[in-house]
């Protein structure tokens, strides 16, 4: 059964730094590209990037190229997505995808929500 | 990018009515369109894929319909648990692969 199980929910302050993880399981990982996704409160979904964990080559949409870092490791089938230096209007629940053979957005993680408050 | 515009924004019907939601591209995108439901306080599931094929396990009350530019979800007749937001996303301009707005599909 193909399987992403995201890292649980954050809270952070603004300025501090952050990394979430996606575990793919029940499938090749490395054949498969990753996508993350943005889901402000109570708004729609937003295409933040993606990645091909078998050599890491990583597309981002000009929204979000600079704001956040997409990687991934192999070694443990986990993707990842980073910030620097976060800000309060980074809260939002942030989901994996499996873009599958079709280009499909085929498998999704149950999300993992983050919080930037004072 | 290409600009996804759903609707209309909400929907309000009865369980057992039938369910026309739109999805309209900014440029031709082909048949490269998929739509998904999302519930509340879950992710969303693929329910069509390339504009007209379902996914695995969907009932066969949801079809999709269109290409180039207008799209069409359909559900046939509402049961309860089908009210949720629906979202178009496709898969045309890679790797810029943009959502619609969503439609929310209400009971009336």
């Known amino acids: 059964e193909v399987q992403l199980v995201q890292s649980g929910a954050e809270v952070k302050k603004p300025g501090e730094s952050l990394k979430i993880s996606c575990k793919g399981s029940?499938?090749?990982?490395?054949?498969?590209?990753i996508g993350w996704v943005r889901q402000m409160p109570g708004k729609g979904l937003e295409w933040m990037g993606i990645?091909?964990?078998?050599?890491?080559?990583?597309r981002y949409s000009p929204s979000f190229q600079g704001q956040v870092t997409i990687s991934a490791d192999k070694s443990i089938s986990t993707a990842y997505l980073q910030w620097s230096s976060l800000k309060a209007s980074d809260t939002a629940m942030y989901y994996c995808?499996?873009?599958?053979?079709?280009?499909?957005?085929?498998?999704w993680g149950q999300g993992t929500l983050v919080t930037v408050s004072s | 990018e290409i600009v996804l515009t759903q609707s209309p924004a909400t929907l309000s019907l009865s369980p057992g009515e039938r369910a026309t939601l739109s999805c309209r591209a900014s440029?031709?995108?082909?048949?490269?369109l998929a739509w998904y439901q999302q519930k509340p306080g879950q992710a969303p599931r693929l329910l069509i894929y390339?504009?007209?094929n379902r996914a695995t396990g969907i009932p066969a009350r949801f079809s999709g319909s269109g290409s180039g530019t207008d799209f069409t979800l359909t559900i046939s007749s509402l049961e309860p648990e089908d009210f949720a937001v629906y979202y178009c996303?496709?898969?045309?301009?890679?790797?810029?692969?943009?959502f619609g707005q969503g439609t929310k599909l209400e009971i009336k």
């Open positions: 995808v499996r873009r599958d053979t079709t280009g499909t957005s085929d498998y």
């Open positions: 029940g499938y090749s990982f490395t054949s498969y590209w």
């Open positions: 990645i091909y964990p078998g050599d890491s080559d990583t």
């Open positions: 440029q031709s995108v082909s048949s490269y």
């Open positions: 390339d504009a007209s």
């Open positions: 996303q496709q898969r045309s301009n890679w790797p810029l692969y943009t």
